[in-house]
């Protein structure tokens, strides 16, 4: 069994290749770099000892990286040595005498639209600890697709090129939501994500600070595509960088701030919802950077209320010009329920948005209902409120529900 630890330490890894990676094609780095990058990471930061990549070409396929290998390999696959078993989604290689795969441990092929780009073949370095096979081949895709798009480039093949690369952009940004919501005793998770086209901007995270503190936040980030996902790629290595050095909200947002500037030149901008809450003393710290007020439902009390207290958008500027961080104390039994500006401005057939108002009348009507639940019945709700009117941006809604411990 993988201590808690060691499952943080790999994630965080795995954010910085992810990050290491996307960096270098925001950059419009050389194939070279992208593929070093690729091979340092396998080695370093995903514990690997041994591996192959060969990657499509002109109907072959091509040696790209060989490292830690006594046998011999061939530098050329012929595609007709490769046949391919999409039902299982095995393939087997016909090698030719004196080449040999025997040595490594498994392989993983990349695909984009059902046709092979790429096998990747590995060989942990220690075989007691697990190796997270779908982010290092989520990792192989984008790298690979990076490459295919020089090619593409070089061709002039300009449409194909943009259609690769938000595939490339949708790959970032799924990893960089919560594989798995909490759904404890002491706190239920339901996310409801919609993006209005196959990258969206927006995002959401919980990250736990120990075993007492939680963080969770919400974030809409201006423009769509690539550069939004790479955007936001970078603020959240920002955002968990800063929580480790255990920065106070105040610093942390002007330092998030400062970021983004300095990223974008104030040509990008995003709104950002960030809560703190301790579970020993039950106190909410909270800072909403021009974003959508969250509802608060104190199970208690009986009562709602937005949480609006706290900033300007963040990247816009320099420096925010004000800030003031939000503040509940000894909360117990509460829900909060985070929600991005796609939700409020969905529309009807009579033009009509849902609004704020309408969502704090549904969730009133709908408090004490599980997370899971909840969310069921806002889907319904939001179907026969748009009647297939089609959204015009990404919608997402994050609740999270609290129990006394």
């Avoid at 290749?17 to 925001?26: F, G, K, R």
């Avoid at 985070?338 to 408090?367: H, Q, S, V, W």
């Amino acid at each position: 069994m993988q201590s808690n630890s060691y499952k943080y330490q790999r994630k965080e890894l795995e954010l910085k290749a992810l990050l290491e990676i996307t960096q270098a094609i925001n950059e419009n780095q050389s194939e070279e770099v992208l593929i070093n990058i690729f091979k340092f990471t396998c080695l370093v930061h995903l514990d690997i000892r041994s591996l192959i990549l060969y990657v499509a070409k002109e109907g072959d396929f091509e040696q790209r990286i060989a490292h830690g290998l006594k046998s011999k390999t061939p530098i050329l696959l012929s595609v007709n040595a490769v046949e391919e078993n999409k039902k299982t989604g095995s393939l087997s290689i016909r090698l030719e005498d004196g080449y040999s795969f025997g040595e490594l441990e498994t392989y993983l092929p990349v695909y984009h639209k059902e046709k092979l780009l790429a096998i990747l073949f590995l060989k942990r370095k220690n075989k007691e600890l697990e190796l997270d096979l779908d982010f290092t081949q989520a990792l192989a895709n984008i790298l690979v697709v990076a490459l295919e798009n020089k090619r593409f480039a070089r061709r002039q093949l300009e449409q194909e090129v943009v259609k690769r690369e938000m595939e490339i952009a949708s790959q970032v940004q799924q990893l960089l939501f919560p594989a798995v919501l909490p759904n404890t005793e002491f706190l239920k998770a339901e996310v409801t994500y919609i993006p209005h086209s196959k990258v969206g901007g927006d995002y959401y995270d919980l990250i736990a600070s120990g075993e007492d503190k939680l963080y969770f936040c919400i974030a809409d980030v201006s423009g769509k595509g690539m550069a939004a996902a790479l955007l936001m790629s970078n603020f959240q290595a920002a955002l968990r960088t800063l929580l480790r050095s255990h920065t106070d909200l105040e610093t942390l947002i002007q330092q998030l701030n400062f970021t983004l500037f300095d990223l974008t030149k104030g040509e990008r901008f995003l709104t950002f919802f960030l809560g703190e809450y301790e579970f020993a003393s039950g106190n909410l710290r909270f800072v909403n950077a021009g974003h959508n007020p969250p509802v608060l439902y104190g199970a208690t009390s009986g009562t709602t209320e937005f949480l609006e207290a706290g900033t300007t958008i963040l990247g816009a500027f320099e420096f925010v010009p004000f800030l003031e961080v939000g503040m509940r104390e000894g909360l117990r039994d509460f829900t909060i329920h985070l929600y991005t500006d796609g939700l409020t401005e969905a529309m009807n057939p009579e033009e009509e948005e849902f609004g704020e108002e309408r969502l704090r009348e549904f969730i009133g009507k709908n408090k004490d209902r599980d997370p899971a639940q909840f969310h069921l019945e806002f889907r319904s709700a939001m179907d026969k409120f748009s009647k297939k009117v089609p959204f015009h941006d990404d919608l997402t809604l994050l609740s999270l529900r609290f129990s006394s411990q």
